[in-house]
């Protein structure tokens, strides 16, 4: 098992920019992939970016250009750089440890985008 607890969320004007962090309990090399999803009100849960261990960034289209997932191993933290912040982008942001055929989620972040 392991905790998730994230930070770095606020309120941000429209075209401006956040870091999100994840810091884990443990160390993140164990994990498949470590991911960033969001959950706006009224909608589903989505993939925003993961971070494969040794391999390269996913990210959802709406995010690709905008966004970058990186991870440093040595602190078993995972970043989100999101710039170029639009209103839509508004929502709760979670950290989520890959672990097929579940995982494990962080408690969320706030972001709130105003135009």
């Known amino acids: 098992q392991v905790q998730l607890v994230e930070s770095g969320g606020g309120l941000v004007q429209a075209g401006g920019s956040l870091r999100l962090s994840c810091a884990a309990s443990k160390s993140i090399l164990g994990f498949v992939a470590m991911g960033w999803y969001r959950q706006a009100p009224g909608k589903q849960r989505e993939m925003v970016a993961q971070i494969i261990s040794g391999g390269s960034p996913i990210y959802a289209d709406a995010m690709k250009g905008r966004f970058t997932i990186s991870r440093d191993n040595a602190k078993n933290t995972v970043y989100l750089q999101m710039d170029s912040l639009k209103p839509e982008d508004t929502a709760v942001y979670y950290c989520?440890?890959?672990?097929?055929?579940?995982?494990?989620w962080g408690q969320g972040t706030q972001v709130t985008v105003s135009s």
């Open positions: 989520k440890a890959e672990q097929p055929p579940g995982g494990y």
